[in-house]
């Protein structure tokens, strides 16, 4: 009897469950430890904090230097006085011929023309540049070109040289055509020294 009451004990013993209690060891407190705020110890506290963003500013990357701009070149200022070497209208010897040659049905187109050009175009040539003016009530308009702007002059007689004409190349492709001037050999010769020494 008594070995059957123990063998019921046994097994229920054996048949409930048994809770098992394990021993976690708890994670380190993470929070800084507190720090006395008085007397010398503020102090530290304080030096300490100084030190720390010493340290954070130091190691922080340094701004880069923007270069500083150079300052603008300063224009050249042509302290030279300008000299005007002609100054006039067109060929008068040109004007003569074209009123000879008026009557003429083949020839009065130019000589209008030519008429047109001696009443209401001049000209102006300087050491530094070169003007010409046109008065015309229906077409007013002054064209200046400085010689530094000039490529290449060629001119071309007319009236057995007593006049010429000059096409003038600018370094940027155009071209000026100027019509029944006097003394062009002398005005190109003029022109061409001054390109060449500027």
């Known amino acids: 009897?008594?070995?059957?009451?123990?063998?019921?004990?046994?097994?229920?013993?054996?048949?409930?469950?048994?809770?098992?209690?394990?021993?976690?060891?708890?994670?380190?407190?993470?929070?800084?430890?507190?720090?006395?705020?008085?007397?010398?110890?503020?102090?530290?506290?304080?030096?300490?904090?100084?030190?720390?963003?010493?340290?954070?500013?130091?190691?922080a990357p340094p701004a880069e230097d923007t270069p500083a701009t150079a300052p603008a070149p300063a224009a050249e200022v042509d302290t030279k006085p300008e000299e005007v070497f002609y100054e006039g209208p067109g060929s008068n010897a040109e004007l003569v011929v074209s009123l000879v040659l008026l009557p003429t049905l083949i020839?009065?187109?130019?000589?209008?023309?030519?008429?047109?050009?001696?009443?209401?175009?001049?000209?102006?040539?300087?050491?530094?540049?070169?003007?010409?003016t046109n008065t015309s009530p229906l077409f007013k308009r002054t064209v200046e070109v400085a010689y530094k702007n000039i490529k290449e002059i060629r001119t071309a007689p007319r009236g057995f040289g007593l006049w010429g004409d000059m096409v003038v190349f600018l370094r940027d492709g155009s071209r000026l055509e100027i019509t029944g001037i006097e003394k062009f050999k002398e005005i190109a010769d003029h022109i061409n020294r001054q390109i060449y020494t500027l």
């Open 1 to 59: 009897m008594l070995n059957m009451q123990a063998k019921a004990g046994l097994a229920h013993r054996l048949a409930r469950p048994t809770s098992v209690r394990l021993a976690v060891p708890s994670a380190p407190s993470r929070s800084a430890p507190r720090l006395p705020l008085r007397g010398s110890g503020s102090r530290r506290v304080t030096s300490v904090v100084r030190h720390a963003a010493d340290e954070n500013t130091s190691s």
């Open 107 to 132: 020839y009065a187109p130019l000589s209008m023309a030519s008429i047109g050009r001696r009443l209401w175009i001049s000209f102006k040539f300087t050491n530094k540049r070169l003007v010409i």
